[in-house]
């Protein structure tokens, strides 16, 4: 049909008039009404959720699982199956009127808000909790079924021995994942459905490689942007059981246990990054070459190439693997990889490797195409915790190397720093015809890196490696039924062996001691920190135009109710146009403009305007009213705007001063600008109900202030930037996050006071959590807060102390945020409903069915006598007797004490099997519960002494104590300590009381022979004594016989204080004191000069309650008097850090 155009043209339509077919039809009778912008906003806010999901349960209903299940989970499956049938027909009966009502809308026959009511309906309605229930019966379902998979593989598997070199890491039958919703590959001995989840948490044992192959390939691509909208559903449902969206960014770390080893591949356009990945896969997988003949080959990027075959040379494209969005190979020239993208395989059970393909270097489309390249390759990479290893991919026999290798080189190594040096690896393709050499490109290698700005980039055999793909593309032609002859054959055989040893070489330089990882923490520098603030920009002006709203509104008395901000991260990057006409809309007493979302690829899918109209975003930026009224509030917002307005001003500085190193925009004063044209058009409603004229006022003041700023030519440190940005990048300065960065984070500890009202918003930040512990929680300031339930699937361990929170408030968080939490350390204090045994047993039963560690120590200050106090703490734990915690196995006791008037009263868990902490109580007067004796003291590993006079009566025994810690002193305390525990195996001594005696310290450390961390709350020396302490004998032989290397001191201690305790430790490594301001210098140069033998070994000085500007005095005396060269100094939370 193709070559007969005349003889079958496609078929034409025209648009005519409906007179011309029916004269009769009156032209009008036809009503249309359009949908207007708010109506489709209604539809995809409340519809279009709902119907995404059912897609989900409709693609369960149509795919093959249900038959592909074992029998013992076949009665599970059949009944979700009819389940879900019966939601999918109730679903059709309620759609049926909401398409006749836009229907006789349309008509001009039902009024708007009947239209909306019935779109509501649907979202109201039980049907959509239902959904959400079989969607995640669905997951849970097929998790079973993978972990029966897995079972039955294991037990028909038996390892057998490797005949190649055992230092070549194998690699389990799970080989290959792709990480973060890109794409997912797998390797198995079952027929292509038998796939293993991606998701799965447990990583496979470890099989012959005779037996690892992949059979199926499953390309997972990131959601598309209609799927954002469901997730918008969450402003309006606080009952949502969504699982977060994850982003097409890379994680920067997984299972606390694993070990990644991230490396970078940068090369030319067409150096084969792709096939190189594709070749290293099967270089790994198949013992040999007859093997992998006789195999399937693993494609985990889609190949495309041309090959002659044939005595006449015929050419031939071969195709293999499945069409990927991310891989064009329509356009010669052009990079075929289009975006980063990362695949991980495991080399062992807790080791595996994260290879990054990214975009070609030398794009036919031109230098703007590879600088784009190059920023996306750099933003993708901030987004990891470390890089392994830089890989340079290069062809032997280059007549010369492209300048732009030679740009993307240097540019890269400025983003990431000279310490870069150490991790740059060279890797050679297509080397087959070099005798697997670098050829001709190496001499002009060496030559380019002779010339490049960072000196010393090693270029040596260790860290040189050469394949040649052919071997690969040759096991692709052969499923292409190509034929080869026997030369042919034992040319690619011989290639396949020289390949495969360099690979093995290659993953022993990765996985070895010879390559340390190179972390971000290094990667300072002046691009760095350039692509950071970018990151920030419109976080920070959104947040500080957000706040000026909300001072405006409180200043003028008009309203309680405040604008928050509401970011919904996005499932992939989208834009918005700044061309395109946007939708007003009023929040309180201000005019908002809301942006559509487009999708841009080359060009835009949803617009007519170019690609340079558009602004990208990772998040989506949604608003909320809420009503709060407080001075506090407008204080704390004051403070937070002046906070935010001083780092902007400083970024613009700093802008300034690299304006001459970077060429690019200011997008600080771009984005300010675009905010004061949209602030303009706002006023010009001349409306006086609306503050946006206030608003605009001052975005021009703070734009006037930003180029004066500008204009001072003040020279800023880098390290003063990077501090600035650790002070903004704090949950509760920023109302949204910076980037999805935070999003990777599974442990989260807040070492310091937080408000219950904040921790919406903080724990919003880390949807990953898996360990959170928060070290001052207080309660009060918002009782009514309104909780968002966060689906913290991941979270199983917190850790809370809490303080005037009411448990109340308390079930609130544990409803809201902890019902997969599996162990529960919780200290509170004051609100006895925290040892009301009933409430705790329905809460646990109800919403924590996970527990299986529970933790509880709380603390009752009451005037009241003695004998009431122990009655009534006996009266409580009596109810903790029932059989719902004694099979558990959670016991409980107290203690009662008096300090003057007031009385404390201690309850805790005693835990025979799981608690590892134990307070012990010297002076009890057999107070103790019944469950006191059944606590199991070998699983204690820390104890913390307690009370005012040693008992000889005490005898149990801490066999396996490495931890003590002493909350009062007495100089009879420590007589028969031995008794108790073994003081020889102590590695952690923290003495928290104030008047702990020195003599008793050094008698005490005469045991702890192994201590290696010593803690003081006071040191407790008098002037006297310095001299006598000191030449007495037995501190000497102290001081050369304890092991302790890391000392804190919580006081400010004088130059004596320091000079006494580093004779004392000998070998000290860290150091974290306070210091007497007027001997600050003093002290310093005596622990920096290292005159004194006992501080040769000291790395680490941490200064507290230091002052701001003992920053600047450090500095200025370590380049005065050069007693450093390589070294890190930061000043944090009132602590200077020096490295």
């Not at 809308?105 to 009947?114: N, P």
């Not at 055989?493 to 340390?516: A, H, N, V």
């Not at 968002?788 to 968080?813: A, G, H, M, P």
Request: some cysteine.
């Amino acid at each position: 049909m193709s070559q007969l155009v005349d003889d079958h043209r496609p078929i034409q339509y025209f648009l005519r008039p409906i007179q011309c077919f029916f004269a009769n039809c009156e032209h009008n009778a036809a009503i249309y009404v359009p949908l207007s912008p708010k109506n489709i906003m209604t539809i995809k806010q409340y519809l279009l959720p709902v119907w995404l999901k059912m897609t989900e349960l409709q693609a369960f209903i149509n795919s093959k699982t249900i038959k592909l299940c074992p029998k013992e989970l076949a009665s599970l499956f059949h009944e979700i199956y009819s389940d879900i049938k019966n939601i999918i027909k109730e679903f059709s009966d309620r759609i049926k009127p909401v398409n006749k009502s836009l229907l006789k809308f349309r008509k001009g026959k039902l009024h708007e808000e009947e239209m909306n009511n019935g779109l509501i309906e649907i979202v109201k309605s039980s049907l959509r909790e239902k959904i959400d229930f079989y969607l995640e019966q669905i997951r849970l379902l097929k998790e079973k079924l993978d972990n029966e998979k897995t079972k039955r593989l294991n037990q028909s598997t038996k390892p057998k021995a490797s005949p190649r070199s055992p230092r070549r890491p194998s690699t389990p039958s799970s080989l290959i994942s792709l990480a973060e919703s890109e794409q997912y590959l797998h390797t198995n001995n079952h027929n292509n459905n038998n796939m293993s989840t991606p998701h799965s948490n447990s990583t496979p044992p470890m099989t012959p490689r005779s037996q690892q192959r992949t059979d199926k390939i499953k390309s997972q691509e990131s959601p598309s942007k209609e799927k954002l909208d469901s997730s918008r559903e969450q402003i309006h449902s606080k009952n949502s059981t969504e699982t977060p969206l994850t982003t097409s960014r890379p994680v920067s770390s997984q299972s606390l246990n694993e070990k990644y080893i991230n490396v970078l591949l940068l090369g030319e356009s067409g150096v084969g990054k792709s096939t190189f990945i594709n070749a290293l896969i099967n270089y790994i997988t198949f013992e040999n070459f007859e093997e992998a003949c006789t195999s399937k080959p693993i494609v985990a990027i889609p190949v495309s190439f041309m090959m002659t075959v044939g005595d006449n040379f015929e050419e031939k494209i071969i195709h293999f693997g499945r069409k990927n969005s991310n891989e064009d190979h329509n356009h010669p020239g052009q990079s075929v990889t289009q975006h980063c993208r990362s695949y991980i395989f495991a080399i062992s059970s807790q080791t595996k490797i994260r290879l990054i393909d990214t975009p070609g270097m030398g794009d036919t489309r031109g230098l703007t195409q590879d600088d784009m390249n190059l920023e996306h390759i750099i933003s993708f990479i901030s987004n990891l915790s470390h890089l392994n290893a830089i890989c340079i991919l290069l062809k032997p026999n280059e007549a010369k190397l492209n300048i732009v290798v030679r740009s993307y080189f240097d540019r890269l190594l400025n983003f990431l720093g000279e310490a870069a040096r150490e991790n740059i690896v060279f890797c050679f393709t297509n080397t087959r015809s070099t005798f697997f050499s670098p050829g001709n490109t190496g001499p002009l290698l060496k030559k380019m890196l002779e010339s490049c700005r960072i000196k010393n980039i090693l270029y040596k055999k260790a860290n040189t490696f050469c394949f040649d793909s052919e071997a690969f593309r040759y096991l692709v032609a052969l499923t292409n039924q190509i034929e080869f002859d026997e030369y042919q054959k034992k040319e690619y055989q011989q290639s396949w062996t020289s390949s495969f040893k360099e690979s093995t070489r290659l993953l022993e330089y990765l996985c070895g001691d010879q390559l340390e990882p190179y972390s971000q923490i290094k990667w300072k520098s002046i691009e760095h920190a350039r692509l950071i603030i970018n990151q920030m920009i419109r976080p920070i002006l959104e947040t500080t135009r957000n706040l000026c709203r909300n001072i405006i509104q409180l200043e003028q008395h008009r309203t309680n109710q405040l604008i928050n901000l509401f970011p919904i991260v996005l499932p992939q990057p989208l834009t918005i146009c700044y061309k395109c006409e946007p939708v007003r809309k009023r929040y309180s007493e201000f005019l908002i403009l809301l942006h559509d979302l487009h999708t841009v690829l080359d060009s835009c899918k949803d617009c007519i305007h170019p690609r340079q109209d558009h602004v990208e975003l990772d998040y989506d930026l949604q608003y909320q009213i809420v009503h709060d009224r407080d001075r506090k509030t407008l204080e704390n917002m004051k403070f937070n705007f002046k906070q935010l307005k001083g780092a902007i001003l400083e970024f613009g500085e700093f802008y300034a001063n690299t304006r001459n190193i970077s060429n690019k925009k200011d997008e600080i004063l771009s984005t300010l600008n675009q905010m004061i044209i949209e602030e303009k058009q706002l006023s010009s409603t001349n409306d006086a109900t609306y503050l946006n004229q206030s608003l605009y006022k001052i975005l021009q003041d703070l734009r006037k202030q930003y180029k004066e700023a500008q204009e001072t030519f003040e020279l800023v440190e880098l390290s003063d930037i990077y501090q600035r940005i650790e002070e903004i990048k704090v949950p509760r300065l920023l109302a949204h996050p910076i980037s999805d960065k935070y999003s990777s984070i599974e442990t989260l500890i807040i070492n310091d006071h937080i408000w219950f009202d904040e921790i919406n918003d903080i724990l919003s930040y880390f949807p990953n959590l898996h360990r959170l512990s928060i070290d001052y929680l207080e309660g009060i300031r918002n009782k009514q807060l309104k909780i968002d339930s966060i689906n913290l699937i991941s979270l199983t361990y917190v850790n809370l102390k809490v303080q005037c929170l009411d448990f109340n408030q308390f079930e609130q968080l544990i409803i809201g945020y902890f019902q997969q939490v599996e162990s529960l350390y919780l200290s509170s204090r004051y609100d006895v409903d925290y040892l009301n045994a009933n409430r705790w047993q329905q809460l646990i039963l109800n919403h924590m069915k996970n527990l299986k560690i529970f933790d509880l120590y709380h603390i009752d200050l009451k005037r009241f006598d003695n004998n009431n106090s122990q009655e009534i703490y006996h009266d409580l734990i009596d109810n903790f007797v029932s059989p719902f915690w004694i099979k558990r196995q959670w016991f409980f006791t107290h203690h009662h004490k008096q300090q003057g008037n007031c009385h404390t009263g201690y309850f805790y868990s005693t835990n025979p099997y799981k608690r590892k902490d134990y307070t012990l109580y010297y002076g009890t007067d057999g107070n103790n519960c019944q469950h006191y004796q059944q606590t199991n003291f070998n699983k204690i590993n820390h104890v913390r002494v307690c009370g005012t006079q040693s008992k000889n009566s005490i005898i149990n025994y801490f066999p396996n104590v490495t931890e003590l810690t002493f909350d009062l002193s007495n100089d009879l305390i420590t007589i028969n300590l031995n008794r108790i525990f073994p003081l020889s195996k102590l590695t952690k001594l923290v003495i928290e009381c104030y008047q702990f005696p020195f003599k008793q310290l050094i008698k005490l450390l005469y045991s702890t022979v192994n201590l290696n961390l010593l803690k003081l709350r006071r040191t407790s020396i008098k002037d006297t004594e310095y001299e006598l302490i000191q030449q007495s004998e037995f501190f000497q032989m102290i001081s050369n016989k304890n092991m302790i290397k890391n000392l804190v001191i919580d006081e400010c201690c004088t130059l004596k204080n320091i000079q006494l305790f580093v004779d004392l430790c000998p070998r000290l490594q860290q150091l974290t004191s306070g210091m007497n301001r007027k001997e600050f210098l003093s002290i310093v140069r005596f622990l920096l000069s290292k005159n004194d033998k006992n501080i040769q070994n000291l790395s680490f000085l941490c200064i507290l309650h230091a002052p701001k500007v003992s920053l600047k005095e450090m500095k200025k005396f370590i380049k005065l008097e050069k007693v450093l060269e390589n070294y890190s100094i930061n000043h944090v939370d009132r602590k200077l850090y020096l490295w």
